[in-house]
């Protein structure tokens, strides 16, 4: 359902800042780059939009997680999806949250990625799928290790959709590795974690 290949360096000083990172990107394949240390808005995309995004899915694990919120524990489902593009043959990473029993209601919720560093990333969420809400945002660590997305006003379950829209990390990566880390927190609260796939 989620699919991916979106590239495109439009301005110098974002292509000096990925060259410094150490990575290159083919010129007019990236909707949203995020490089080191930088924090970008998010609009939401679709493979019609982007049709570089078309990717053969490699794994697909639904993770059982508890989120702690401000009302108390919410059973939840973190959604993980590894994709490999049809045309770069590199590796997109794509993630969803879903309310299990009861709905999730937050003002804020924060999803964090792990070993990223040393690979060019472009980052968006798909409005050709599942889902109501989308993060606002995502930033990236000056070391480039980790990427957040970030949602506000966040309300899944019940009378609304059932997940959020699938957010996904584009990346320079061929191959995908076990061994990266999840956290999800909502308003503030401990995270939950989760051992994910990595590039």
Wanted: proline share 7%.
């Amino acid at each position: 359902m989620y699919k991916l290949q979106h590239l495109s360096t439009r301005n110098a000083s974002l292509r000096r800042a990925l060259a410094l990172a150490g990575v290159t990107l083919a010129a007019s394949a990236m909707a949203t780059v995020l490089a080191p240390g930088g924090t970008v808005p998010l609009h939401g995309t679709t493979l019609a939009a982007h049709p570089f995004l078309k990717a053969t899915d490699l794994q697909d694990v639904n993770h059982p997680i508890t989120l702690m919120t401000p009302g108390g524990p919410v059973p939840a489902m973190y959604h993980e999806r590894v994709a490999r593009e049809v045309a770069a043959k590199t590796i997109d990473f794509y993630f969803w949250l879903e309310a299990v029993k009861k709905p999730i209601q937050a003002d804020k919720i924060e999803v964090t990625l792990t070993n990223y560093k040393g690979f060019a990333t472009d980052v968006e969420y798909r409005t050709d799928g599942i889902g109501h809400t989308g993060p606002f945002q995502a930033q990236r660590d000056a070391t480039g290790n980790k990427v957040t997305f970030t949602f506000r006003g966040v309300t899944i379950g019940n009378t609304a959709p059932t997940w959020t829209r699938a957010s996904y990390i584009r990346t320079t990566s061929r191959v995908e590795r076990q061994g990266g880390i999840a956290t999800i927190s909502v308003d503030g609260k401990p995270p939950a974690t989760v051992k994910i796939f990595e590039p």
